[in-house]
């Protein structure tokens, strides 16, 4: 779909007016924009009372910082994110507020959002992992953080006293939510692959004589692009006598590839024996410019237990504290009780409650502009690249390796202090990596291996990282 088409397919949206419900404020956007002739240094904007040199100061710092990036984009190896260039049209809705309040299920009042495109992206991906129709729900979040908060607030509703099992390679966040949330985390080693052990979750939960588990399943550890066998680890959890489970699936970057490449089969599919849950980023695989993600969830329960997150009712504290307010004898703009809360926008609040429209737009166009097809094109020379990027090192003589066929992830031993100054990646225990996103090219892998070659020889190789 063309950028034009895009804009058109918005303004036919907004032509319905307020009493549509959906973005009538958006299809006005680009008319509301400053004329060519306008200045903006207007009385409206409020910038006129800057001095002329005021202005020089902060523009020519603008453009300074805007020049930097310019110039690191060509050495972005290391991390999963990437600058994919945006319709121009898109700007315009930049100038105008988009606050998608709320549960996405449930239009506000004002005509101001983008929840229409957000609930065709929640069924988009939702048909991708395999949810049924009628149990999907999701929204899009400010990123895979407040995805994995959603998750575990959602399991937490139905199992409030159960630990939260994640793999030590599982991304930071998860323990920290757990703990935010009043849940316990409990780090399971990995095996030789990177993946959560099953055998070891197996002891550990008999050792702490769980019946219930929350299960943080990483699709795609940091480091290496591990994947969690989540049929195993529901095996393991029923032979070790775990009579109920919730899984959540943290599947920020390879999620979306690994997904597109095994259709029906994935195995951490939203579907009974799969996950409960699921979050992704949008600003890694799908080249938003700032961060965003999603999260989607059964919507109905499943056959152990497992219900939805309630956007109206539930909260982050595990219980009311002692000394709560007395809502009654506040003033009537308060929250009377949780069953019929005040809705000021007329939508129930999730853990946020403003969210970002332009979120949902900016996903929304690169879901629209790629199509299911294209991004299964971008996936395909993603995998081809690493295979390129894994092949080119070991003929250098660099040690290098993916932790399966199909991850987007190269593994290589940590370059010197030199490269990493140009070429900035991470460093864990003197092992770095390469993200072949669909931002990178084959020339910029053959140059960061020149480089490489160029400033170090290799030496005895370290052991490879569980």
Not at 191 to 212: F, H, P
Not at 225 to 246: I, K, M
Not at 380 to 390: P, S, V
Request: with cysteine.
């Amino acid at each position: 779909m063309s950028p034009r088409s895009i804009v058109r397919a918005l303004r036919a949206e907004g032509a319905g007016g307020a009493s549509s419900g959906r973005i009538a404020a958006s299809g006005s956007a680009t008319s509301a924009s400053l004329p060519a002739s306008a200045s903006p240094w207007d009385a409206s904007t409020g910038l006129a009372a800057h001095s002329p040199t005021e202005r020089d100061d902060w523009l020519s710092a603008l453009h300074a910082r805007l020049d930097r990036l310019r110039a690191a984009e060509p050495f972005k190896l290391g991390y999963p994110g990437w600058s994919a260039t945006f319709p121009p049209e898109l700007l315009a809705f930049f100038s105008h507020e988009l606050n998608n309040y709320g549960d996405p299920e449930e239009d506000p009042v004002f005509d101001w959002h983008t929840k229409d495109l957000e609930r065709e992206l929640v069924d988009g991906f939702a048909d991708l992992f395999g949810a049924a129709p009628a149990d999907r729900w999701g929204y899009v979040t400010s990123g895979g953080s407040e995805g994995i908060l959603a998750g575990l607030s959602r399991a937490r509703a139905r199992w409030p006293q159960a630990r939260v099992y994640h793999s030590t390679a599982a991304h930071s966040c998860v323990a920290r939510t757990a703990r935010l949330l009043g849940l316990q985390p409990v780090a399971i080693a990995t095996d030789a692959r990177g993946e959560m052990d099953t055998d070891c979750l197996a002891r550990q939960v008999r050792s702490d004589g769980a019946r219930q588990a929350i299960v943080v399943a990483t699709i795609g550890t940091t480091l290496t692009e591990a994947v969690d066998d989540v049929p195993r680890l529901r095996h393991a959890l029923r032979q070790a006598g775990v009579s109920a489970v919730y899984v959540h699936a943290d599947a920020a970057f390879a999620g979306i590839p690994l997904a597109l490449r095994w259709g029906r089969e994935v195995p951490f599919g939203l579907r009974p024996g799969g996950v409960d849950s699921l979050s992704f980023s949008g600003h890694k695989f799908l080249g938003v410019p700032f961060p965003c993600g999603l999260v989607i969830a059964r919507a109905v329960q499943s056959e152990d237990g497992a219900v939805p997150l309630d956007p109206a009712s539930d909260d982050l504290t595990a219980s009311t504290p002692s000394n709560a307010v007395d809502m009654a004898a506040q003033p009537t703009d308060a929250n009377p009780s949780d069953d019929d809360p005040v809705r000021l926008c007329g939508a129930p609040d999730l853990v946020s409650s403003s969210r970002s429209g332009h979120a949902a737009l900016a996903l929304w166009v690169q879901w629209r502009r790629f199509g299911r097809e294209g991004l299964a094109e971008l996936a395909t020379r993603c995998r081809e690249l690493a295979a390129h990027a894994e092949a080119q090192l070991k003929r250098a003589g660099w040690p290098a390796w993916r932790s399966h066929p199909d991850a987007l992830t190269v593994v290589l031993r940590t370059p010197p202090a030199a490269v990493l100054r140009r070429w900035p990646m991470p460093a864990v225990r003197g092992w770095s990596h390469i993200v072949c996103t669909p931002g990178v090219t084959a020339e910029r892998i053959d140059q960061f291996i020149a480089a490489l070659s160029a400033a170090h020889q290799p030496e005895e190789t370290p052991c490879e990282p569980s």
